[in-house]
């Protein structure tokens, strides 16, 4: 065994990172042979890298040009990704170096593609970007929204600031009123029905009743908090199909595993899984299961209770040369429940757990011992294992099991537990393959359908409110109450920034559908019902609840958190650092004239 790992650490396909001892031992040796005694040796002092930082340009805000140049930057991201909003939003066309050409209706996709030519104005894009990044992460759609609402509380204080109002106590009324807004805005939300999921779905895939319907239909077949997943699919149409499947709260143990680097996460499809009920802790206990994946070219999930530096750093210098599919995580829960979890998985994945207590070793474990998943995807912060079906007997035989404890079970706790494992083996996962007729319409189908299964489950978290941008509207109208618990004038000019600020994703909904966005607005509010608005999609003003026009709370919330973070963050900033470019050095000689070539 240690002769076949040396081997392969030097020469073979599975290499091994080299150790501090041996450069030690080799110095050692130089210096008792090589020289006679210490008045021989001469020492040179270490030479610390000389690390040129360029030179900075200060933008000071005296005369207004800075935050000028940096809301030029806000306005031009906004208005770009605004275009997308509504259901008569359009899209956005983004150069692709390499490929087609992609088509989005995404509003964090359209803002990640933005680098502005003036370093000031690329600021402020980046400025607001956050907004979008930040709601986008936690509510999965509501993106564009963010950007707006963000642009237009920057735009409204600027000119509050630049009228002589003091920032500081602005930026305090923004905050302390976005805070009063989420706390109203949790008093409109309402529970979702099962009926209204499909409704919440379709208008957040931009009006698509078809995937409204596919979501809610496979949100059914799993239940709500079911593990649905999408895959491209290799025809024209739509599908959805439910296959066994786990998901638990373990992600990598080192982001170098990735294989999307834009999703960051690990995709593996036919995974073979090692399963092991302790730490790994020596690289070479690994060896006959690694160097078989590596000679048939299986990827490999490797699943244990910790891996400690050396095995770790093996693993990951044998993925960045390609030499081997691999990842790995720490497996989920702790003591005995981590057992039994480890137990579960390998009954969905017809594996063999390695414990030393059953004569089991790693170090000579083979293939045998693997168990097999369709296709396993792990994030940093979770991992789906997806089996291939040929252990549905023995995932029954081991529910009928945990349902026999949960019967035995006194505590609740400990019911409840045994209840989550049982939901995690046999719940099973949804999988919507998106289809489309080429592979432009393929990437924005796809990001739609992503977004409309965020706000899905976004609005099974925290509820439902009126969509179309009225709520956000409806709450500019609780803006006069709150004013009355601020401290002084100038915060609540901060919240009057808010009341105006909250306008401004409804009128831009109806611009984009080619109506007045301020006869809009005045109409809405001229009605008391909270459910009245105004439906982009047919252009009747009506009870939009009833008409499906819904959003999910947890998104309308991040929006105006995020946003509200954001504009503070812009309108206390008083001067801008940015890098000087060095111009570019010129290219020595004349182009080569290719005219007629067929260049």
């Given at each position: 065994?240690?002769?076949?790992?040396?081997?392969?650490?030097?020469?073979?396909?599975?290499?091994?990172?080299?150790?501090?001892?041996n450069?030690?031992?080799?110095?050692?040796?130089?210096?008792?042979?090589?020289?006679?005694?210490?008045?021989?040796?001469?020492?040179?002092?270490s030479?610390?890298?000389?690390i040129?930082?360029?030179?900075?340009?200060?933008?000071?805000?005296?005369?207004?040009?800075?935050?000028?140049?940096?809301?030029?930057?806000?306005?031009?991201?906004a208005?770009?990704?605004?275009?997308?909003?509504?259901?008569?939003?359009?899209?956005?066309?983004?150069?692709?170096?390499?490929?087609?050409?992609?088509?989005?209706?995404?509003?964090?996709t359209?803002?990640?593609?933005v680098?502005?030519?003036?370093?000031?104005?690329?600021?402020?894009?980046?400025?607001?970007?956050?907004?979008?990044?930040?709601?986008?992460?936690?509510?999965?759609?509501?993106?564009?929204?963010?950007?707006?609402?963000?642009?237009?509380?920057?735009?409204?204080?600027?000119?509050?600031?630049?009228?002589?109002?003091?920032?500081?106590?602005?930026?305090?009324?923004?905050?302390?009123?976005?805070?009063?807004?989420?706390?109203?805005?949790?008093?409109?939300?309402?529970?979702?029905?099962?009926?209204?999921?499909?409704?919440?779905?379709?208008?957040?895939?931009?009006?698509?009743?078809?995937?409204?319907?596919?979501?809610?239909?496979?949100?059914?077949?799993?239940?709500?908090?079911?593990?649905?997943?999408?895959?491209?699919?290799?025809?024209?149409?739509?599908?959805?199909?439910?296959?066994?499947g786990?998901?638990?709260?373990?992600?990598?143990?080192?982001?170098?595993?990735?294989?999307?680097?834009?999703?960051?996460?690990?995709?593996?499809?036919?995974?073979?899984?090692?399963?092991?009920?302790?730490?790994?802790?020596?690289?070479?206990?690994?060896?006959?299961?690694?160097?078989?994946?590596?000679?048939?070219?299986?990827?490999?999930?490797?699943?244990?209770?910790?891996?400690?530096?050396?095995?770790?750093a093996?693993?990951?210098?044998?993925?960045?040369?390609?030499?081997?599919?691999?990842?790995?995580?720490?497996?989920?829960?702790?003591?005995e429940?981590k057992?039994?979890?480890?137990?579960?998985?390998?009954?969905?994945?017809?594996?063999?757990?390695?414990?030393?207590?059953?004569?089991?070793?790693?170090?000579?474990?083979?293939?045998?011992?693997?168990?097999?998943?369709?296709?396993?995807?792990?994030?940093?912060?979770?991992?789906?294992?997806?089996?291939d079906?040929?252990?549905?007997?023995?995932?029954?035989?081991?529910?009928?099991?945990?349902?026999?404890?949960?019967?035995?079970?006194?505590?609740?706790?400990?019911?409840?537990?045994?209840?989550?494992?049982?939901?995690?083996?046999?719940?099973?996962?949804?999988?919507?393959?998106?289809?489309?007729?080429?592979?432009?319409?393929?990437?924005?189908?796809?990001?739609?359908?992503?977004?409309?299964?965020?706000?899905?489950?976004?609005?099974?978290?925290?509820?439902?409110?009126?969509?179309?941008?009225?709520?956000?509207?409806?709450?500019?109208?609780?803006?006069?109450?709150?004013k009355?618990?601020?401290?002084?004038?100038?915060?609540?000019?901060?919240?009057?920034?808010?009341?105006?600020?909250?306008?401004?994703?409804?009128?831009?909904?109806?611009?984009?559908?080619?109506?007045?966005?301020?006869?809009?607005?005045?109409?809405?509010?001229?009605?008391?019902?909270?459910?009245?608005?105004?439906?982009?999609?047919?252009?009747?003003?009506?009870?939009l609840?009833?008409?499906?026009?819904?959003?999910?709370?947890?998104v309308v919330?991040?929006?105006?958190?995020?946003?509200?973070?954001?504009?503070?963050?812009?309108?206390?900033?008083d001067?801008?650092?940015?890098?000087?470019?060095?111009?570019?050095?010129?290219?020595?000689?004349?182009?080569?004239?290719?005219s007629?070539?067929?260049?």
């Amino acid at each position: 065994m240690a002769s076949t790992f040396a081997g392969m650490s030097s020469a073979g396909p599975l290499a091994a990172p080299s150790t501090s001892s041996n450069k030690l031992s080799s110095v050692a040796n130089i210096s008792s042979t090589s020289f006679g005694s210490k008045r021989n040796v001469a020492l040179k002092k270490s030479r610390r890298p000389t690390i040129l930082a360029a030179a900075k340009e200060l933008h000071f805000n005296k005369d207004g040009s800075a935050i000028k140049k940096l809301q030029n930057g806000v306005n031009k991201l906004a208005d770009l990704v605004g275009v997308t909003l509504g259901p008569k939003g359009r899209n956005v066309v983004l150069e692709s170096k390499y490929g087609a050409p992609k088509i989005v209706n995404d509003g964090v996709t359209v803002a990640r593609e933005v680098e502005l030519e003036d370093p000031v104005e690329n600021i402020g894009a980046k400025l607001v970007r956050q907004a979008a990044a930040k709601t986008n992460d936690l509510a999965g759609d509501g993106t564009t929204t963010s950007v707006v609402l963000a642009q237009g509380l920057i735009a409204e204080g600027v000119k509050v600031v630049a009228a002589g109002a003091n920032p500081v106590l602005i930026t305090r009324g923004i905050e302390k009123t976005a805070k009063a807004l989420v706390a109203e805005l949790k008093n409109m939300s309402k529970e979702v029905e099962d009926s209204e999921l499909a409704d919440v779905a379709a208008v957040s895939a931009g009006n698509n009743l078809e995937v409204g319907s596919m979501i809610a239909e496979a949100m059914s077949k799993v239940g709500r908090k079911g593990v649905v997943t999408l895959e491209e699919g290799k025809s024209a149409e739509n599908s959805l199909r439910v296959v066994e499947g786990m998901q638990f709260d373990r992600g990598y143990v080192s982001p170098y595993f990735v294989t999307d680097s834009e999703k960051m996460s690990v995709e593996y499809e036919n995974c073979k899984l090692l399963l092991v009920d302790k730490k790994i802790t020596n690289a070479r206990d690994l060896v006959n299961v690694l160097e078989d994946a590596i000679r048939n070219g299986y990827p490999i999930l490797i699943i244990a209770e910790d891996i400690e530096q050396e095995a770790l750093a093996t693993l990951v210098v044998n993925k960045l040369r390609g030499a081997l599919k691999v990842a790995a995580l720490k497996a989920p829960g702790f003591g005995e429940r981590k057992s039994q979890y480890l137990d579960d998985i390998a009954t969905l994945t017809g594996g063999t757990v390695i414990r030393e207590e059953l004569g089991l070793t790693l170090d000579k474990a083979d293939k045998e011992v693997l168990g097999h998943a369709a296709k396993v995807v792990l994030t940093k912060d979770a991992t789906t294992i997806v089996g291939d079906g040929s252990t549905q007997e023995a995932v029954n035989k081991r529910v009928a099991q945990i349902k026999n404890l949960i019967e035995a079970a006194d505590q609740d706790y400990e019911k409840e537990k045994l209840n989550e494992r049982i939901a995690k083996l046999s719940g099973g996962v949804a999988v919507i393959q998106v289809g489309a007729q080429t592979e432009t319409e393929l990437k924005e189908k796809k990001l739609r359908v992503e977004d409309a299964l965020n706000a899905t489950k976004a609005a099974v978290e925290e509820g439902i409110v009126v969509g179309g941008g009225c709520t956000l509207l409806r709450l500019a109208a609780k803006v006069d109450a709150i004013k009355g618990t601020l401290a002084n004038d100038e915060e609540k000019v901060g919240a009057d920034i808010v009341k105006r600020a909250l306008s401004y994703p409804l009128k831009l909904i109806a611009k984009n559908a080619g109506v007045n966005g301020s006869v809009v607005s005045e109409k809405v509010l001229s009605s008391d019902d909270p459910k009245f608005g105004y439906n982009a999609a047919t252009g009747n003003y009506e009870d939009l609840m009833a008409a499906g026009i819904i959003d999910p709370t947890k998104v309308v919330r991040c929006c105006l958190e995020h946003a509200a973070s954001v504009a503070k963050t812009f309108l206390m900033s008083d001067c801008v650092v940015v890098e000087i470019k060095e111009p570019e050095a010129a290219v020595a000689g004349n182009p080569m004239d290719n005219s007629g070539y067929g260049y």
